[in-house]
């Protein structure tokens, strides 16, 4: 009976003994405080590479890359940066880590991801000539005979437009670059806004509004470009209310007046860039009358960074010489793909929704 017993009890240990023993070597991997650094890449999901002649290696994921050396304790990673922590070292043949070097290196992959997730890309730009067809918007009608001219602000912001589309075609084959119309059409101000606010979006997808229009003033004497954006005094509903379902109703108004915030802010800046690429196509040759605030039907309704460039006056008949030329037309333009294009490389560039 004792024999027996003894015999059940060797085979518990035996069976204990099977069952336990990663968890043994679990244990005796923590007491040393050391993880294996293969082991811990393959729960981060990255892959790692080493080459013992130089003692150099890295720790691979996505375009996540983090490079390492035998006894130095900082780790680089793909920019350069340096993560400081404990050197990592070579044990019975396998490269092995500190637990606080293994959490310190979890926390940059998961920094990484958090960084991804956050950045915003532009994927649709639409430009807007104003006007057209039945409506030909200003009217500018100067000289007599031989120097007589009629231009109309239509046909001056379309041919703006559509150098502008193709060139931002040709720049970003992958964003979807919009025109409100591309002949002597005239969609209405509710079917420019509708096309705007029908591109679906992700959470960190937006759109950006560039209507292009020419001035008229009873001052014939008024020349010059200026570019306008949403008077930020101006109170709007900018959260769709279709994508809302199910949000609690005392939030959306908080939510309202953060993107409507965002999207002032995001205004601002994409005006001033525009502004600022025409005073570089154009230095003092014409007047630059600034950055301005209004509340434009347009630039009101899109839910979305959006801005408005009076291009010139067609009142002022030197401005209107020119805005009937070919070359200053194209220098209009590229002004404004220049502002546009630093705006986005701005907006994809930073952080988050709201960084600097
Ligand atoms: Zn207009």
Redesign the pocket.
Known sequence: MKRYTLLIAMASICSLTIAVQPVWSQVAETTAGMVDLERRASEWGASLSFDPLTGTGFVLRGQDLLRFKLGFASYMTGNGTLLRAAAPELYENRLRISQTTSSAIATWFADRDADRASRTTVVAILIDP??GGKDP??IGEHGAGSTKLRIA?KDI?LTIAKDLHARLTAKWPDKRIMITRAGDSYPSLDDRVEMANQVELTVNQAIIYVSV???ASFNKNASGYEVWYLNPDYRRTVVDSKKSEGVDKEVLPILNAMLEEEYTTESVYLAKSISGGLELSFGTSTVNRGVRADEWFVVRNARMPSVLV?VGFVTNEAEARLLSSEGHLRKLGDGIYNGIVSFVEYFERRKGPSAP
């Open positions: 104003g006007h918007g200003a602000e912001v229009h020419a001035n009076e």
